[in-house]
């Protein structure tokens, strides 16, 4: 167990539609990151916030988008969803501030399913 | 060479010997590099990093080798237990020290030990 959470484990929604996921990171940690894992793309980093501000931005597209509130659990908001936005989503928290330097500890996932 | 999707690169070795994973990275600018671990139906776990001053770096059963003139990183795990089985994939970072960094992710290697 990593100590990072993240709700709800699966998803299956439509296309069009918006869903919100929700990750806790580990006590302590003020970063977390966000990637997505889709079987023809692999992994891909999204987006990190720190301390509740966005630090960096990766290949996050437009109709997503996150926040990192005063309590630090984070929520990435995916909308206008498209069939290839299936894929598992990832939530890593670490406690350094910047590029995924060092440990991540990542959370077990949400498996979203778009039909 | 890389695979996409379901056709992830294999590496088949027996309990104890030694393995070695290879990484063929792109960025030339890229500055540091992780390894990841990723068990079935689990999140990613960091193994070790390297920076990009360094040309080897050891952990507890694993090193990480760096070739910069070739753009190429390998991991090796020492002594291979059937628990080290799963998807290892490196990650190169360009700009590690800035908030401005570039995280990209190789497709992954899929190791099976067998007992």
């Known amino acids: 167990d990593s100590g990072v959470t993240q709700t709800p484990k699966h998803l299956i929604t439509a296309t069009g539609q918006r869903v919100t996921l929700r990750c806790s990171p580990r006590?302590?940690?003020?970063?977390v990151y966000w990637y997505q894992q889709s079987l023809d793309q692999g992994l891909q980093f999204l987006i990190q916030?720190?301390?509740?501000?966005?630090?960096a931005k990766g290949n996050i597209l437009e109709r997503f988008s996150a926040q990192q509130f005063p309590d630090l659990h984070s929520e990435l908001n995916l909308s206008s969803l498209e069939l290839g936005d299936s894929a598992l989503y990832f939530c890593?928290?670490?406690?350094?501030?910047?590029?995924?330097?060092?440990?991540?500890?990542f959370g077990p996932g949400t498996r979203l399913l778009v039909l | 060479g890389e695979n996409v999707g379901l056709h992830l690169p294999t590496l088949s070795v027996q309990e104890g010997d030694n393995s070695i994973i290879n990484c063929a990275y792109s960025?030339?600018?890229?500055?540091?590099f992780i390894w990841y671990k990723q068990e079935s139906g689990k999140g990613p776990q960091f193994i070790i990093d390297?920076?990009?001053?360094?040309d080897k770096r050891q952990g507890q059963r694993v090193t990480v080798l760096l070739n910069k003139t070739v753009k190429h990183l390998s991991l090796q795990i020492a002594a291979t237990q059937p628990g080290d089985s799963a998807v290892y994939f490196c990650?190169?970072?360009?700009?590690?020290?800035?908030?401005?960094?570039?995280?990209?992710f190789g497709k992954g290697t899929l190791l099976t030990v067998n007992p």
């Open positions: 390297i920076r990009s001053n360094m």
């Open positions: 916030y720190y301390n509740g501000e966005e630090r």
């Open positions: 960025n030339s600018a890229s500055d540091y």
């Open positions: 890593a928290s670490s406690s350094q501030t910047g590029a995924a330097l060092g440990t991540q500890y």
């Open positions: 990650a190169e970072i360009e700009n590690s020290g800035g908030s401005n960094y570039k995280l990209t």
């Open positions: 006590s302590g940690d003020l970063s």
